[in-house]
Structures are given as C-alpha cells and as structure tokens.
C-alpha cells in the first residue's frame, strides 16, 4: 500500500528535493505541494494524504496552526502530521504535540531518517528528534493550558494493564521494551495500546503520550539545568 503525502514548506526548492526523494521510493508519493499553512489545509481536505510533512515557519498561516486545523478537523482523522524545522525549540514541540502532530524532526536529519519517519507516523506511531526529550515533554505538555483541560473522556474504561501499558509508553518505552519488562508479546502490547487509543479517542500514539501527560498519570521530571546553545 502506498503512503500519500503532502509537503508543506514555502521553500519551493526545498519541496523539490523532499518530492524526488520521496517519489523515488516504491512505497511513497507526493499528493501535492503547499507553499504556506492555509494552502495545506486545504490541499489537506481535498486530497486527504496519510501524512503532512509541515514546516513551522511559512508566511501567512504558520505550520503550527495549520496543524492544529488539520487534526481538529474530523475529517482528516486518517491524516497524520509530522513537523520537520529548522527552528527545533520547546516551545514548537509542546504545542505541535498539543495540536495533535504524530513526529517532529529537525531538518538536519539524514534522508534515510525522514524516510522511515514518515513511514513510522503513517503506521500510527509517534517520533521525536532526539532534541524532544522525555524531560521537555513533561516540563512543557504538562504546564496547564490557558484554560484547564477536562479529564480526556474514557480514561475510565481504560483496563489496568492499558492503563499501565499507557504510562509505560508516555515514559519513552518502546513496545518491545514494554513487553520485555510485562513478559507479553509485542503484538499484545500493541492491542493493548490500540485500545487505549479507541477509548480515548487519541489519533495515534503521540496523542496518547499527551492525554498521559495531561492527566497526570506520568510523574513529572524534576527541571534540569539547561546546557548552553550548540
């Protein structure tokens, strides 16, 4: 099955580039090319990618809200986004996980690295760049919004074992480090994510890792001394 995707990136060049490399691969294809945020929503709605490879910074409508439009809307449930900046700072990470991006990636990343993301927020999984921490998602996803989220809606229903699987996955786990340490299989962890997913009305894992993180079923990191720029 081929995995459609939409770049979103005022740099016509740029989106050149991403376009031959990912049209080059037998299981990828360019549905179209947006030039700034409103430009892809709309190219979102009437072409309905499985993935949106958005830049932050574009003029007009910036990627962040784009993003948070695209993933509000019911429509494009199957539509996943990731971010790829070259602006990679807190601030852009916190909201574009809060808006319901699936990855977020720094434009230096390898070709071959890109690649598998898109794949990987295809399947429904989340991907961070190293620079999005554990710790930055705890400092910054847990700071109340402006207004105070309600509990998420099924966070009841979860069973034990989703709800341990569920704060195993926001700590970072992987599904095979989680079945390691549970002694099940990675395919069950996977069930058990997935229904976590259904009753919590999460588009994927990254949403997932939010609501845990929002609910308070992760403990917080304790504020680490920021070392200096780069």
């Known amino acids: 099955m081929t995995i459609r995707v939409l770049l979103a990136d005022d740099q016509a060049l740029l989106r050149g580039t991403f376009r031959m490399l990912i049209d080059s691969c037998d299981d990828l294809e360019v549905v179209a090319e947006a030039a700034d945020g409103a430009q892809a929503v709309d190219l979102a709605r009437t072409h309905r990618p499985d993935v949106i490879v958005m830049d932050v910074r574009m003029p007009g409508t910036d990627g962040l809200t784009a993003t948070e439009t695209i993933c509000a809307d019911p429509e494009l449930a199957g539509t996943r986004v990731l971010i790829l900046t070259t602006f990679e700072n807190e601030e852009h ?11 977020f990636l720094g434009k230096y990343v390898s070709t071959d690295t890109l690649l598998e993301a898109i794949r990987t927020v ?18 910054f996803l847990a700071t109340p919004p402006p207004r105070p989220a309600a509990a998420a809606p099924g966070l009841r229903d979860l069973t034990n074992r989703e709800l341990e699987v569920m704060k195993m996955a926001a700590d970072g786990r992987s599904n095979d480090a989680i079945a390691r340490e549970l002694q099940l299989s990675v395919l069950t962890v996977r069930t058990h994510v997935q229904r976590a997913m259904t009753k919590l009305h999460a588009r994927d894992r990254a949403q997932l890792v939010v609501i845990a993180y929002q609910n308070g079923l992760v403990p917080l990191a304790a504020p680490s001394p920021r070392p200096g720029r780069e």
């Open 93 to 103: 990470v916190a909201r574009a996980l809060r808006g319901g991006a699936s990855g």
């Open 122 to 139: 295809a399947a429904g999984e989340s991907l961070l760049s190293p620079g999005a921490t554990r710790a930055l998602i705890a400092r």
